[in-house]
Structure formats: C-alpha cells, structure tokens
C-alpha cells in the first residue's frame, strides 16, 4: 500500500515525527528492531530540564514544556536536580549554577535532602524543583497510536534498500517493499547510513556511548523523593529508577561503527570512583548495566528539515541526549514545515536546526 510519509526509525524522534505527520496523510513507520525505543531511547536517563543543553537545544527544550504537560494528560512528575562540587571544582561548579540558574545551598543542606551526601567531601551545592521525570514509555505510546490511527507502525524490519522514484521513495525490507512521497530519516546512530543508502550525503553525525550502572538504593533508602545528582561540570551523575539507583560516568566515548551498545566495566568503574567521594554509602553490588549510543551532529545541534539536495527527503536526526525533552517542539517544527506553516520557533532556531547549515 502507498503512504503519504516513509518514517525509518522508532525511537523518541521518528514515532514523534510520525505522529505529527499522521495530520497530513498515511504514515509508516519502520524500526528494525522487534520492538520501538529499544535503542538510544529506551535507554535514557529521561530528564526534562529546560535549562540543560545547547543554547538551541534550550530552545526546543522551552517550545516543549507544554507538550509534555498536556500529552496524554501529561508527561512529568517531580524529581529536582542537585549539583555537587569538590575541591577544587569551583570554577565549574559556578558555570552550572548560572547556566541551568540554580539556588546554592550549604553542603549541609544538601544532605538534609539526600542523607547520603558526604559533607566531608561535598565544598559547593546547588539545587532547583524544576526539572522532571519524563514517563518515556507513555509518550512513545501515546506517539505510536496516532501513527497507528490510519498507519502502520511495522517492528522487525530492517531497512535494506532505498530508491528515489518518480512517486517518491521504494524503501525495501527483507520482505517488503513499501513507497510513499516522503521520507523521514529519524535513524538514531544510523541516519547517516541511511542517507547514504537513499544517495544523499551524510551530515557527519557521530555516535557517542554513556554507560550506565544500576544498584540497589543506597543504604537502604527511600529515593523517592530525591533529586536527580550531578557532579559540577557533569562529571557523573545519579537518579533514582524504580526503587533502585543509578549511577552514570557521563562519558562521551565515539563508536567506530552503530551498534547495540554495551556498557564498557573499565568506564563504569571510572564514573563510580567519581562518584563514591560525594556519598557516605559504599557502591558493593551493581546489579545491572547497559549503554546507549547519543548522536550528535558536528555543531552538537539537531537536525531536523528537509535535505537542500532532494526536499522529499526530511532529517530528524543528531537528537543527542536530548531526545525526549525536545521531541514535542522538535516534531511540531517538523511537521510545520512540511506543511508550509509558520514555526512557533523563532526564525535563527529554525534556521540552526535545518540540514541547510551542513550543505
């Protein structure tokens, strides 16, 4: 059957750009793996803090509150986020404060908020409520329905071919062929693979690991209440996770190659020695590890709009981290420009967003 919009990809950013799209005809989308989000979005620390990331990334970050407030009767729930520095760290710790606008407090403070805080260690603090906990599994569902609506959403199938035809785009499967008058490459870690198949040139996008470890709850704690930690320049950082605990080296490690990604034990025990300083509770016993890949373009900005060289093939690409935090505004610019519309965002954000600024 004909669609209207080809997406490849089934992470935050294509079922996203898909259910938007589903406003202006048949969707399909198609994820290689047997089921969606399984890559860099179903492991993500998940995050909404509008403050963090590029200047443009801010920006989406600010064009989405209201969409992860209202989406399937909203998104978010409290978490907090906590900035700790040592000796020594000053100067970063300083460059966060101002950046994300943050409230100091005394180390001791801090630990009347998190009892594990070591204020033998902890020189600086600094804390704010605004930031949440994104329901992720709620708002790739919420996204898959409306493709749903009057598409296809088809898991297991990976992409094997890409030709342009007169119609539009044949992209072709193991066992399918399917056609539509656009294409939408929103393939995480392999977008750059897939533009290259579709004989339009890569944008350079690189593939960064972060690694994660997860623990029982520290000293047998109740977390739910706690914030969300993190080292002054983003040295590490910890969360509460379903009763459990995680605990992050931040790395940004480039991968040679797009894979399924796994956590490397040397960088995980790296991170938690960076760590451990700032809390009173020995890390004995990690329970489980995993890692994801976060793509970035070369400026770190996301990618989203038509390519200059063929208008019928459209980026949402380079996400970073900050895929779920901005899908709402990053989707909606999407679809606003392939309907003619003006964009909420501001004329520069556009224009540092679109895959022009590469060609």
């Not at 991968?255 to 509770?281: C, K, N, S, W």
Request: aromatic share 8%; hydrophobic share 45%; glycine share 10%.
């Amino acid at each position: 059957m004909d669609h209207d919009f080809i997406v490849i990809g089934g992470g935050i950013a294509g079922v996203s750009a898909g259910a938007r799209l589903a406003e202006f005809g048949r969707v399909c989308l198609l994820e290689a793996e047997t089921a969606l989000a399984y890559h860099a979005s179903g492991r993500s620390a998940a995050l909404f803090e509008a403050n963090y990331g590029h200047a443009v990334t801010i920006a989406l970050n600010l064009a989405s509150r209201e969409g992860h407030e209202t989406l399937d009767g909203g998104l978010l729930s409290p978490r907090g986020l906590m900035i700790l520095a040592g000796p020594g760290e000053e100067e970063r710790f300083a460059r966060d404060v101002a950046k994300m606008h943050l409230t100091r407090l005394t180390p001791s403070e801090a630990k009347a908020m998190v009892p594990i805080i070591d204020t033998t260690h902890v020189t600086r603090a600094a804390h704010h409520d605004a930031a949440w906990d994104i329901d992720t599994d709620r708002m790739v569902q919420h996204f898959a329905r409306r493709i749903r609506a009057d598409g296809t959403v088809q898991t297991g199938a990976q992409v094997r071919s890409i030709r342009r035809v007169a119609r539009g785009w044949e992209v072709g499967t193991s066992d399918t062929t399917y056609t539509a008058r656009q294409l939408v490459n929103a393939a995480g870690a392999w977008a750059d693979r897939i533009a290259v198949l579709a004989g339009v040139a890569p944008l350079g996008l690189t593939p960064l690991r972060r690694s994660m470890a997860r623990m029982p709850a520290p000293g047998g704690h109740d977390l739910r209440g706690w914030p969300m930690l993190f080292g002054a320049g983003e040295t590490w950082y910890a969360k509460p996770d379903a009763g459990a605990w995680i605990v992050s080296p931040s790395e940004e490690d480039p991968v040679a190659e797009p894979h399924d990604a796994f956590a490397d034990d040397m960088v995980l025990a790296e991170g938690i020695a960076r760590y451990q300083p700032f809390v009173t509770e020995e890390v004995t016993r990690v329970t489980a590890s995993w890692a994801g890949l976060r793509t970035f373009a070369p400026d770190r900005c996301l990618v989203i709009g038509a390519e200059p060289s063929d208008p019928a093939f459209l980026w949402s690409a380079g996400q970073g981290g900050y895929g779920f935090q901005t899908a709402p505004a990053a989707s909606q610019l999407l679809a606003d420009l392939v309907a003619g519309r003006a964009p909420v965002l501001d004329a520069a954000t556009v224009a540092a967003l679109s895959p022009s600024r590469f060609r």
